[in-house]
């Protein structure tokens, strides 16, 4: 007698009965990735390499090491310190300052300021800084004195020498100050035209009046991207500050030249310069990404890249003078 289909030998296997499925072993899930020994070859090779680099540079006899440790913290290279460290703080704030200005003037819809903030970043832009820290130093060659009064050739009320009034701080922070106001006004520019339109047109709808949009509106979402590039631009300014030693500005490598001059120890003090920039380079990319951190919230999206890797790469030298 033939068995029904229900009748089934429980022996017999069957196409449902591939047999029970175990736990899941971290051995199953482990997925194997090939043996690549070009990557291991290099990676032996540049730890080789910097292993190399890293002890010539420490057992080498002409670096004078006992040198650096003895002026690392001298007198005269924490006042250079002091100076570049105002230096940049002061340029930033008068570049930030500037920069708002000028990209609100490019926003506008008078002919005229947006014709005269082109030609504020057209002209600054395009010329070197170097030559514009040389040309504020040399201002009174053009005008031996800087007096109020009435223009066009009118009485003058009161006048200052210029040799007098502009210094060698002073011609470092116009040159770097309006110099950095051309740069950021295209950052914050650039942030400010990243706002939807439509949400100005809403606040408008609202009767809110242009300050207030642009206060409550625009740079709140604005600054998200306004901050990453000002960050960079402050990292930049520490070391960018390095040039104004060519009008003896008493800066950080200015009084390091000076010292070297005397005794003679050009490497030496110019690696205790070297390690004061990658302090403050350091610490100012710690700042720089927990205030990404800050303004990034509540938009959905993280700060790219490590603590680690944004150290690493503005310690980079960015190779531009501007």
């Given at each position: 007698?033939?068995r029904?289909?229900?009748?089934?030998?429980p022996?017999?296997?069957?196409?449902?009965?591939?047999g029970p499925?175990?736990p899941?072993?971290?051995e199953?899930?482990?997925?194997?990735?090939?043996?690549r020994?070009g990557?291991?070859?290099?990676?032996?090779?540049?730890?080789?390499?910097?292993?190399?680099?890293?002890?010539?540079?420490?057992?080498?006899?002409n670096?004078?090491?006992?040198?650096?440790?003895?002026?690392?913290?001298?007198?005269?290279?924490?006042d250079g310190l002091r100076?570049?460290?105002q230096?940049?703080?002061?340029?930033?704030a008068?570049?930030?300052?500037l920069?708002?200005?000028?990209?609100?003037?490019?926003?506008?819809?008078?002919?005229?300021?947006?014709?005269?903030?082109?030609?504020?970043v057209?002209?600054?832009?395009?010329?070197?800084?170097l030559?514009?820290?040389?040309?504020?130093?040399?201002?009174?060659?053009i005008?031996?004195?800087i007096?109020?009064?009435?223009p066009?050739?009118?009485?003058?009320?009161?006048?200052?020498?210029?040799?007098?009034?502009?210094?060698?701080f002073?011609?470092?922070?116009?040159?770097l100050?309006?110099?950095?106001?051309?740069?950021?006004?295209?950052?914050?520019?650039?942030?400010?035209?990243?706002v939807?339109?439509?949400?100005?047109?809403?606040?408008a709808?609202l009767?809110?009046s242009?300050?207030?949009?642009?206060?409550?509106?625009?740079?709140?979402q604005?600054?998200?991207?306004?901050?990453?590039?000002?960050?960079?631009?402050?990292?930049?300014?520490?070391?960018?500050?390095?040039?104004?030693s060519?009008i003896?500005?008493?800066?950080?490598?200015?009084v390091?030249?000076?010292?070297?001059?005397?005794?003679?120890e050009?490497?030496a003090?110019?690696?205790?310069?070297?390690?004061?920039?990658?302090?403050?380079?350091?610490?100012a990319?710690?700042?720089?990404?927990?205030?990404?951190?800050?303004?990034?919230?509540?938009f959905?999206?993280?700060?790219?890249g490590t603590?680690r890797?944004?150290?690493?790469?503005n310690l980079r030298?960015?190779?531009?003078?501007?």
């Open positions: 007698m033939n029904s289909v229900d009748e089934r030998d022996a017999a296997p069957g196409p449902a009965s591939a499925a175990g899941e072993t971290p199953t899930n482990r997925i194997s990735h090939p043996v020994p990557r291991w070859l290099a990676a032996g090779v540049t730890a080789l390499v910097l292993a190399w680099l890293g002890w010539s540079v420490a057992v080498n006899p670096l004078h090491w006992d040198i650096v440790v003895a002026y690392q913290f001298d007198r005269v290279i924490m100076v570049t460290i230096l940049t703080v002061a340029s930033m008068i570049g930030v300052v920069g708002v200005v000028v990209a609100l003037m490019q926003v506008s819809d008078s002919q005229v300021l947006r014709a005269g903030a082109i030609a504020y057209w002209f600054f832009r395009g010329t070197p800084l030559v514009q820290l040389i040309f504020w130093f040399n201002i009174a060659l005008f031996p004195e007096g109020l009064g009435v066009f050739g009118g009485p003058k009320l009161v006048t200052w020498e210029t040799n007098a009034l502009v210094t060698g002073v011609a470092a922070l116009l040159g100050s309006i110099n950095e106001g051309a740069y950021m006004s295209e950052i914050v520019r650039a942030g400010l035209r990243a939807d339109p439509g949400q100005q047109e809403a606040a709808a009767g809110m242009r300050l207030k949009i642009m206060k409550r509106v625009v740079l709140p604005a600054m998200r991207i306004i901050v990453p590039p000002t960050g960079n631009q402050f990292i930049s300014m520490l070391k960018t500050t390095s040039l104004v060519v003896a500005g008493a800066d950080l490598l200015t390091a030249q000076r010292l070297y001059l005397t005794n003679f050009v490497i003090l110019l690696i205790v310069a070297s390690i004061w920039y990658l302090v403050l380079t350091t610490v990319s710690v700042g720089q990404y927990f205030l990404e951190r800050r303004f990034s919230r509540g959905g999206v993280t700060v790219p603590l890797g944004r150290i690493g790469r030298f960015s190779g531009s003078t501007r």
